[in-house]
């Protein structure tokens, strides 16, 4: 995210307490959706792991 001090955990922890992207997107002037987007993109790709 471009220089925001906000991390990938603390947007995930603000949608899964019921935070939608507009909201974030009016408390953190600085995001925009594609930073929210790719938050949910990085986690599903840190859980996309192959069951043995």
């Known amino acids: 995210m471009r220089g925001t001090r906000l991390r990938v955990v603390d947007v995930l922890q603000l949608l899964s307490s019921g935070a939608d992207n507009t909201e974030i997107l009016r408390d953190y002037p600085d995001l925009a959706l594609?930073?929210?987007?790719?938050?949910?993109?990085?986690?599903?790709r840190q859980t996309d792991h192959t069951q043995f």
């Not at 594609?34 to 599903?44: P, S, V």
């Open 34 to 44: 594609e930073d929210i987007l790719a938050c949910l993109e990085y986690a599903a």
